[in-house]
């Protein structure tokens, strides 16, 4: 599994408030989900009338397809010209797949197929912290 993900650097020209601010982001947040299929959040310069900084990631099974879908997003928050590109980062993250899972779905052996994650009975006449 891969993981891409993106920070992207943004200065709102113009934004005189946070609230101006912030609708500029949201439109780019919208138009990002809408299109591109991908997670995206404000995660820096909250503070700040003119200055923003979003994160995106997505999630696939190969690396260069989704190298290029977030490259695609992050040239696309730029084309919309809403707001200037200061700066942006495009790392790929593989993750190990689970060892036991099995081609045919097999969940087995799984950490949340052994309880180790919760409870398969209903605890729900327990208080919290009984056995």
Do not use: C, Y
Not at 15 to 23: D, E, H, I, M, V
Not at 46 to 59: C, F, H, K, N
Not at 67 to 85: N, P
Request: charged letters at 30%.
């Amino acid at each position: 599994m891969i993981v891409g993900a993106a920070v992207v650097e943004l200065r709102v020209h113009g934004s005189q408030s946070l609230k101006a601010k912030r609708g500029v982001v949201r439109s780019i947040v919208r138009r990002l989900r809408n299109r591109f299929n991908v997670a995206v959040s404000e995660v820096g310069g909250q503070g700040t009338w003119q200055r923003a900084v979003l994160g995106l990631s997505m999630v696939g099974a190969d690396e260069v397809p989704l190298r290029r879908a977030l490259e695609r997003a992050v040239d696309f928050i730029e084309e919309t010209h809403l707001a200037q590109l200061i700066g942006r980062e495009i790392e790929m993250i593989q993750l190990p797949l689970v060892e036991g899972l099995e081609d045919d779905g097999d969940v087995d052996g799984m950490a949340w197929s052994e309880g180790s994650w919760g409870s398969s009975e209903d605890d729900s006449d327990s208080e919290p912290g009984e056995e």
